[in-house]
């Protein structure tokens, strides 16, 4: 058996960035959440809730960043960089119970509107809607490298969302007395994150079931190895993501080594597997045609 190897390095410019929005979105929580009760805002309440899951998912990102950055040893030969995808998970499980929460508590707000104090609203709306827009300018770049990134990501970016919805509800009370309106912002805010949040959930699930990466068509890689001359036959080929970026391949190929040999051929598949696929790490089984051919053979007389 033979294998190539290519091992990326978690980016020690996520930790950084990470850090910068935590200590920015932990400041604001605390005077969000007091300001929720002095207004008693309910669409403040939500927005301060989102951020509390922004603090708990950026210092679980950072502690995942920082497991991950361990060597690999004889309990984890991968090492431990899957664990930025159960930090991925955490997070979007956290962020959609918080959303389904705001739901019903909204609901159960629009039977009994309470008395809103629309300015202290909005000033802290708009100071939130600041912070938030520096976080996500802090992450954007990273989030498409890194699922436990894009988590991160993610939640700061449902906060935007939700300042813009307060600051809009801030105004219409302001103007119309409509304080009911606080309630449907809050709503509002927890259906438009939900879809969002699964969809990560998705993603991150399909790296813990150890699925086929997204943006690779196995059938595609498959035709590649064929198309490799010497490669007589591809058999057993599985496709997965440790984490982020990181894609693992191990195949067996049968091969004709009457035209070139198992060295050249390997290089060659390796090669490709990491160029045009971008998966790192590539273990390869290599056979014998006629090796191959008395398998089968051997295979169907016990069936027989």
Do not use: C
């Not at 679980?60 to 960089?81: E, N, Q, V």
């Not at 290089?267 to 089984?285: N, P």
């Amino acid at each position: 058996m033979s294998s190539g190897h290519s091992h990326g390095q978690v980016r020690a410019g996520h930790e950084k960035m990470l850090w910068i929005a935590l200590a920015l979105t932990t400041s604001f929580m605390i005077a969000e959440v007091i300001g929720a009760f002095v207004t008693g805002s309910l669409a403040l309440l939500s927005d301060a809730a989102h951020m509390l899951t922004d603090v708990v998912a950026l210092a679980i990102s950072l502690l995942a960043i920082h497991i991950a950055k361990r060597s690999a040893d004889r309990k984890r030969t991968f090492g431990y960089a899957r664990f930025e995808i159960l930090a991925a998970t955490f997070n979007a499980v956290l962020l959609f119970l918080v959303a389904i929460y705001i739901v019903y508590e909204a609901y159960l707000r629009l039977n009994a509107p309470a008395e809103i104090q629309s300015t202290g609203m909005l000033v802290i709306a708009v100071m939130g809607l600041i912070v938030n827009l520096i976080s996500m300018r802090l992450l954007s770049a990273a989030s498409g490298e890194s699922l436990n990134v894009k988590g991160a990501y993610l939640e700061v970016w449902s906060d935007m969302v939700g300042s813009i919805g307060v600051i809009i509800a801030a105004l219409v009370i302001r103007f119309t007395g409509w304080s009911w309106v606080d309630s449907l912002v809050a709503a509002g805010i927890g259906f438009w994150v939900l879809p969002r949040t699964w969809s990560l959930l998705k993603e991150s699930m399909n790296i813990l079931l150890q699925g086929v990466p997204e943006g690779i068509d196995i059938q595609k890689v498959e035709a590649k190895i064929y198309g490799i001359v010497g490669v007589k036959n591809v058999h057993d080929l599985h496709i997965w993501a440790l984490t982020s970026g990181k894609s693992v391949m191990s195949v067996h190929l049968v091969a004709d080594y009457t035209s070139r040999s198992e060295q050249d051929i390997l290089t060659e598949v390796t090669s490709l597997m990491s160029e045009e696929f971008q998966i790192s790490h590539t273990t390869v089984q290599m056979e014998k045609a006629d090796f191959h051919s008395q398998l089968v053979d051997d295979y169907e007389g016990k069936v027989h």
